[in-house]
Antibody, heavy 119, light 108 residues
């Protein structure tokens, strides 16, 4: 069974840093496209970043230069390093697996971890 | 950037009703559209991909249609567990996945 478990969220001051983790089971992270999607309180879904199976990484303009997506193949875990955090980064962050079957879409999601940026 | 516009933003319906939600892309996306259901405090769940393919385990009362710029999600007979928020998502401009603003299906 495919499972994604998000962790690492919490309260951080503006300008601070946080690293989110996503432990995967039931499949191999490095063989798949993996992504982070966030949802601000009471708002819709916003794509944040993706890492391809080959290692290429891409970011939304809103986080480019501040966030870094990576993975640890030995731990089958995805990460999101978030630096220079702003109040507008406050959201639930979901890691997810991307499928390219019949168009790019997300077929499995983590449960989410809440990041709150506030002084 | 491709923008996704959903309508309505909310709909009130009764158990047994037929509910239709529409999603419009700002430019053609072929059939590279997915639909998700999200309940409060939970992660989204994939319902439909490729505009009309039903994800495994999703009840057949859910169906999707459309291509190009206009898409529809239909719930043929609304059940109590279907009250939730629904999002469309385009996959044409991957790696940037764009979501619609969401449609909340509420109890009438």
């Amino acid at each position: 069974e495919v499972q994604l478990v998000d962790s690492g969220g919490g309260l951080v001051q503006p300008g601070g840093s946080l690293r989110l983790s996503c432990a995967a089971s039931g499949f191999t992270v490095s063989s798949n496209y993996m992504t982070w999607v966030r949802q601000a309180p009471g708002k819709g879904l916003e794509w944040v970043s993706v890492i391809y199976s080959g290692g290429n990484t891409y970011y939304a303009d809103s986080v480019k230069g501040r966030f870094t997506i990576s993975r640890d193949n030995s731990k089958n875990t995805l990460y999101l390093q978030m630096n220079s955090l702003r109040a507008e980064d406050t959201a639930v962050y979901y890691c997810a697996r991307v499928s390219g079957s019949s168009g790019w879409h997300i077929d499995n999601w983590g449960q989410g971890t809440l990041v709150t940026v506030s002084s | 950037d491709i923008q996704m516009t959903q309508s309505p933003s909310s709909v009130s319906a009764s158990v047994g009703d037929r509910v239709t939600i529409t999603c419009r892309a700002s430019q053609g996306i072929s059939n590279w559209l997915a639909w998700y259901q999200q309940k409060p405090g939970k992660a989204p769940k994939l319902l439909i991909y490729g505009a009309s393919s039903l994800q495994s385990g999703v009840p057949s009362r859910f169906s999707g249609s459309g291509s190009g710029t206009d898409f529809t999600l239909t719930i043929s007979s609304l059940q109590p567990e279907d009250f939730a928020t629904y999002y469309c998502q385009q996959g044409n401009s991957f790696p940037a996945l764009t979501f619609g603003g969401g449609t909340k299906v509420e109890i009438k």
